[in-house]
T-cell receptor
Framework: DQQVKQNSPSLSVQEGRISILNCDYTNSMFDYFLWYKKYPAEGPTFLISISSIKDKNEDGRFTVFLNKSAKHLSLHIVPSQPGDSAVYFCAASEPGSARQLTFGSGTQLTVLP | SAVISQKPSRDICQRGTSLTIQCQVDSQVTMMFWYRQQPGQSLTLIATANQGSEATYESGFVIDKFPISRPNLTFSTLTVSNMSPEDSSIYLC????????????FGPGTRLLVL
């Protein structure tokens, strides 16, 4: 049972346009959500996070939106740049002594020049 | 943020052998985690390693196959034992928070190919 789902395995956008990556979750106990970017042959790099007490968090070109009632979050990248081309993973954790992350399957973003 | 290094960065191994992967952190951390990313798949947690106690394994992973050591607060090892081609994956260590609002940081990963 996948508790975190990224239903789009790939996404292509033009440079300068907005990229929207989506993520759905089923576990209502999740209270912290993160987005990671991963290049081939590298470990995941933290991008942005959001707590369940918020519905939006912004950091430069990256904004994460959380809709708790729909159990849905999205990552917006504006404007998209070719260097943003990577696999994006959403992840979630729930309260506990060890905040293990549950990852989605990832979305390959390609930003076309 | 923590700086994490892993050794080796990649290896090609023969079936039936074992490989030990090292993870070094530049600061003392309570929680360390080991993940696996099989080709084309997401990251799957193998186990949580706390200093001074036995590692806690996730469903589907056992200590005999993936023994873990955590001798101090900056270092951990993961051994992939009696390897088969199905063990070909990227193995990643990470250091984690214990409260919300903190972030889990990942090492660069060890790319393993088993022939």
């Amino acid at each position: 049972d996948q508790q975190v789902k990224q239903n789009s395995p790939s996404l292509s956008v033009q440079e300068g346009r907005i990229s929207i990556l989506n993520c759905d979750y089923t576990n209502s106990m999740f209270d912290y959500f993160l987005w990671y970017k991963k290049y081939p042959a590298e470990g995941p790099t933290f991008l942005i996070s959001i707590s369940s007490i918020k519905d939006k968090n912004e950091d430069g070109r990256f904004t994460v939106f959380l809709n708790k009632s729909a159990k849905h979050l999205s990552l917006h990248i504006v404007p998209s740049q070719p260097g943003d081309s990577a696999v994006y993973f959403c992840a979630a954790s729930e309260p506990g002594s060890a905040r293990q992350l549950t990852f989605g399957s990832g979305t390959q973003l390609t930003v076309l020049p | 943020s923590a700086v994490i290094s892993q050794k080796p960065s990649r290896d090609i191994c023969q079936r039936g052998t074992s490989l030990t992967i090292q993870c070094q952190v530049d600061s003392q951390v309570t929680m360390m985690f080991w993940y696996r990313q099989q080709p084309g798949q997401s990251l799957t947690l193998i186990a949580t390693a706390n200093q001074g106690s036995e590692a806690t394994y996730e469903s589907g992973f056992v200590i005999d196959k993936f023994p873990i050591s955590r001798p101090n607060l900056t270092f951990s090892t993961l051994t992939v034992s009696n390897m088969s081609p199905e063990d070909s994956s990227i193995y990643l260590c990470s250091v984690g928070p214990t409260t919300a609002g903190e972030t889990q940081y990942f090492g660069p990963g060890t790319r393993l190919l088993v022939l």
